[in-house]
């Protein structure tokens, strides 16, 4: 802005006239455009003003009057008048004034766009892709933590659910993290308050990375830029991380302060908002005392009155009282069923977690079956029993305000119900000692038969080839049988528990009527003052008799969280927030020599100096008799086996030098037997890969030949109703579909995208059309990944470029596919060699 005459340089009379015709300012600032009309020699401003004359002429015309005044001889200039256009050809036009940017244009110019990688960029959008979630891996970076970007999707409270401030501060739980919450303004926030997650109440996410004067380093979520976030007052909550030190690191993650009882356990759960909980416990308690308030006011003095309208008033009173007590009471119900509904899954989550984080040789033993019930019991017999047994404690508060209640009207009655609500405390003591052992025994029953059921399912056809079916089927029988007993032992506690709570709750009430018509037929209290007691009586008898007819579910969850607890007392192979290198992109070079290892439990056989060669995207076929150690060999390479001699080499790096979580997950292996937690058809297959992509998931399945079998199923009803890859596999004990679990495990292993790809028996319990799949499958990935296959399918040995034959676990050939399988048909092994085919 061009500064105009100032003050100092011109006369008094002169400034009133220009401030007066808006030529200038109160600062002596000349307005652009602005101009004086009819300003003549004798003419004030203030005639000026009184005629209403719109300006005229130019703030120029003031300071040639000035001069003009000064010297009587001034030759004045004439006016500037515009030139015509072909005058002014060679007269360069001004250049405009620059007017300085705004503190928000400054931070735009300033910015510098984030190019992440692709699976930082999934991580993201699994997380929602909210500005929060793009926020996530500056704030790391900030934080100094160097983790792989699957750990972020490992760690997500629910993948593609939009990730909010709350979800990320329980994401950088799992991370080792400790959070504390500010609400402020960003000129409000110190130093002591970075690095942090500011969130703002219209969803803008901002990493403010560190503390400055003039500007604060950081990152926008929205825009995806790092640039100087100006110190202004936009108001959010600022969400401070510091790292946790690293002895608590070892167990922290979800559920690494894990409760030991269910009421600690469903408190966990409510304890984020106990303000709202109470009040609304509270007033709800409060209108169930309005019935029995009106019923003593109705018959203490409207009925002795004998006047209708006031009978019919208080009628309607309570009428009304209990109306807006149903709804209060199921709002009440709402917010504490909601939150407790997912903490089976929660629970099941965690222990999935830490399962994934204990040492192969801690699971060896177990067996498929073994390790789905564990996960079943884990889950602490779903969300059934937590809802129940939630909803019983949500009725305490107000069986607290009814013994007020009663204390109000009758202070000497009030302690028979106190009394009842002691011997409701002890029986429910009583009855919960009897009711866990109880409970523990129905879970180990069905836990074994429920093991069996699913093991023998996985050997059905051997046993049936064997002739061993019917030992197998008495032995299933027998164990439902004892299942059934143990759980019909287990309800029956149950059941004894909510007789004895009922029939407390009835002697409480008889005598607490009793007692008050003593005292009503000695003048002590009222009829109305009785029938209101009795009522807050019941209802106070009636929660805790319900709270102690839910023993067997508390039972349950106990028996639930036991098992947790032994989970968690196991040590990890590494810290569950520890950060954890990405998975290596391997190029699928595999040297093996003079290979062993030690004898495990069961009938697989150990390896004695084997060796084994593969360039990077060669197919190796490894065969053998049934546990001859081709299984073995692939369990060393995948880093589940260590060896006891000789050297396994990945891309000349010895694979005891790798780190063992990077190593399991850098080599995609995929078992004979493969198996499936109860969770949707994706999240089964991100097992394998978390931060693969939609594309990514698809081309697997189809290079599977599972996809059109995905896309036509469908399960559950109503709500419930799932299709394609959202489909629970909870309900599949067997194959729904020929080889459909078999393709659906290949393709997970195809999902890893690894450099290496073995296969353990991939042509066991598919169907023709998988196996036509599964070697169309090899031809193409030959020449991009190394696939080392462990077959004795002649169609599959026949694309190997090269094949291993173990015997004993020793080497008995190797070499060329042609001639190992000549080899083999002389033998009898095979029936067709490669130049009969």
């Given at each position: ?13 002169l400034?009133?006239?220009a ?16 101009e ?7 003419t ?15 703030w ?6 000035r001069i003009?005044a000064?010297d009587?001889?001034?030759v ?7 030139l015509?256009?072909e005058?002014?050809?060679d007269?360069a ?6 007017v ?6 400054l931070?735009?110019?300033l ?7 692709d699976d930082?960029m999934?991580?993201?959008e ?9 926020c ?6 900030a ?13 997500l ?11 990320a501060?329980e ?12 609400k ?5 926030l110190?130093?002591?308050?970075f690095?942090a ?9 901002l ?6 004067q003039?500007?604060l380093p950081?990152?926008?979520g ?8 100006a110190?202004d007052?936009?108001a ?5 991380f510091?790292?946790v030190?690293?002895?608590a690191?070892q167990?922290?993650g979800?559920?690494a ?5 269910p ?6 759960r409510l304890?984020a908002?106990p303000?709202a ?20 006011i ?13 009978i ?6 309570a ?7 149903a709804p ?10 909601r939150?407790v509904?997912?903490?089976?899954d929660a629970?099941?989550?965690w ?9 192969p040789?801690a699971q060896?033993r177990?067996s ?16 059934g029993p937590?809802?129940?047994l ?6 305490l508060?107000?069986a607290l ?10 202070l000497?009655?009030?302690?028979l119900p106190i009394?009842g ?9 009583v ?8 409970q523990?025994?129905?879970?180990r029953?069905l836990?074994g038969?429920?093991?069996r ?7 059905a056809d051997?046993t ?13 029988e027998?164990s ?15 059941r004894?528990?909510g007789?004895?709570?009922?029939w407390?709750?009835?002697?409480t ?8 018509a ?10 109305g003052?009785?029938?209101?007691a ?9 929660a805790g008799?319900?709270?102690l ?11 639930g969280?036991?098992q947790?607890?032994?989970l968690?007392a ?7 927030a ?6 290596r ?5 595999v ?6 290892t030690?004898?495990?439990?069961g009938?697989?056989m150990?390896?004695d100096d084997?060796s084994l ?5 060669e197919?190796?076929a490894v065969?053998g ?7 073995a ?6 880093g ?6 000789g ?6 790096i010895e694979?005891?030098?790798?780190d063992?979580?990077?190593?399991r ?8 037997t493969p198996?499936f ?9 991100r ?5 693969a ?11 599977a030949?599972?996809?059109?079998d ?18 629970d ?11 459909f679990l078999k393709?659906l ?12 790809l073995?296969?353990?028996g ?12 599964l ?13 080392i296959v ?7 040995i ?8 173990l ?11 042609a001639?190992?399988?000549?080899q ?12 009969e085919?």
């Amino acid at each position: 802005m061009a500064r105009g005459l100032p003050r100092f340089e011109a006369s008094d009379d002169l400034f009133k006239r220009a401030l007066a015709a808006g030529a200038i300012n109160a600062d002596g600032d000349a307005v652009a455009g602005a101009e004086i009309d009819g300003v003549e020699e004798g003419t004030s401003p203030a005639d000026t003003a009184t005629a209403g004359e719109q300006p005229a002429t130019a703030w120029r015309a003031l300071r040639l009057e000035r001069i003009e005044a000064m010297d009587q001889a001034a030759v004045l200039p004439p006016p500037l008048m515009p030139l015509p256009p072909e005058a002014a050809v060679d007269i360069a036009e001004p250049e405009p004034e620059e007017v300085p940017p705004t503190p928000r244009e400054l931070e735009e110019a300033l910015s510098e766009a984030v190019d992440r990688p692709d699976d930082w960029m999934t991580a993201a959008e699994l997380a929602g892709g909210t500005p929060v979630a793009h926020c996530l891996r500056e704030l790391l970076d900030a934080l100094n933590w160097n983790g792989a970007a699957r750990q972020i999707a490992e760690a997500l409270p629910e993948l593609g659910a939009a990730l909010t401030g709350e979800g990320a501060a329980e994401v950088m739980g799992r991370l080792g993290f400790r959070c504390r919450r500010v609400k402020a303004r960003l000129n409000e926030l110190g130093p002591q308050d970075f690095p942090a997650l500011f969130v703002t109440p219209q969803g803008d996410a901002l990493v403010l990375k560190s503390f400055d004067q003039n500007g604060l380093p950081g990152f926008d979520g929205a825009s995806r830029t790092r640039r100087p976030i100006a110190r202004d007052g936009r108001a959010g909550t600022a969400y401070v991380f510091t790292a946790v030190d690293p002895d608590a690191a070892q167990t922290q993650g979800a559920g690494a302060d894990l409760p030991d009882r269910p009421l600690a356990l469903i408190w966990s759960r409510l304890k984020a908002r106990p303000v709202a909980l109470a009040l609304t416990s509270l007033i709800s308690g409060g209108l169930a005392l309005a019935g029995p308030m009106l019923l003593l006011i109705a018959l203490d003095h409207a009925v002795p009155s004998g006047s209708l309208p006031m009978i019919l008033f208080f009628a309607g009173a309570a009428a009304l009282a209990l109306l807006v007590e149903a709804p209060l009471r199921a709002l009440r119900d709402s917010m504490v069923g909601r939150p407790v509904a997912g903490l089976p899954d929660a629970l099941g989550l965690w222990a999935l977690t830490r399962t994934l984080f204990l040492p192969p040789g801690a699971q060896r033993r177990a067996s498929a079956g073994a390790r789905r019930v564990r996960y079943d019991d884990f889950r602490a017999g779903g969300a059934g029993p937590v809802a129940r047994l939630a909803l019983a404690y949500a009725d305490l508060p107000a069986a607290l305000v009814a013994l007020a209640g009663i204390a109000v009207l009758n202070l000497s009655l009030v302690g028979l119900p106190i009394l009842g609500v002691f011997a409701l405390v002890i029986a429910g003591a009583v009855m919960g000692g009897l009711a866990r052992p109880a409970q523990a025994r129905a879970v180990r029953a069905l836990g074994g038969f429920l093991q069996r059921r699913r093991d023998f399912a996985r050997v059905a056809d051997a046993t049936r080839n064997a002739g061993s079916d019917e030992t197998f089927a008495n032995s299933l029988e027998q164990s439902e049988a004892a299942a059934d007993a143990a759980a019909r032992a287990a309800a029956g506690r149950g059941r004894l528990a909510g007789i004895l709570g009922r029939w407390i709750a009835g002697v409480t009430v008889a005598a607490t009527a009793a007692a008050g018509a003593y005292q009503v037929a000695d003048g002590g209290m009222s009829a109305g003052s009785l029938a209101a007691a009795l009522l807050l009586t019941w209802a106070a008898m009636g929660a805790g008799s319900r709270l102690l007819a839910r023993s067997g579910e508390a039972a349950r969850i106990w028996c639930g969280l036991a098992q947790l607890g032994k989970l968690q007392a196991m040590q990890p192979e590494r810290g569950l927030a520890a950060p954890s290198a990405a998975p290596r992109r391997l190029a699928g070079h595999v040297d093996v020599s003079g290979l062993s290892t030690a004898p495990l439990s069961g009938v697989e056989m150990p390896l004695d100096d084997v060796s084994l060669y593969a360039d990077p995207g060669e197919v190796v076929a490894v065969v053998g008799d049934y546990q001859s150690g081709k299984s073995a060999l692939l369990q060393v390479l995948a880093g589940l086996q260590p060896a006891s001699a000789g050297h396994a080499r990945l891309d000349g790096i010895e694979a005891a030098q790798f780190d063992p979580l990077q190593l399991r997950q850098s080599v995609a292996y995929v078992p004979e037997t493969p198996e499936f937690l109860p969770l949707s058809i994706e999240d089964n297959l991100r097992l394998m890969n978390p931060v693969a992509s939609d594309v990514d998931i698809q081309d697997a399945c189809t290079l599977a030949g599972v996809m059109e079998d995905i896309r036509v199923m469908e399960t559950g009803i109503g709500a419930n109703r799932r299709f394609g890859l959202a489909v629970d596999m909870t309900p599949f004990t067997r194959d729904p579909h020929p080889g459909f679990l078999k393709r659906l495990a290949l393709a997970r292993g195809y999902l890893r995208q690894s450099g290496l790809l073995l296969l353990d028996g991939p042509e066991r319990h598919l169907d023709p059309a998988g196996e036509q799949a599964l070697l169309a499958a090899i031809e193409q990935l030959r020449g991009e990944t190394t696939v080392i296959v462990a077959t004795d399918r002649p169609q599959i040995i026949r694309l190997a470029d090269r094949v291993l034959w173990l015997d004993g676990g020793r080497t008995r050939g190797a070499g060329p596919s042609a001639q190992v399988l000549q080899q083999l048909y002389d033998e009898g092994r095979v029936g067709q060699t490669l130049t009969e085919q």
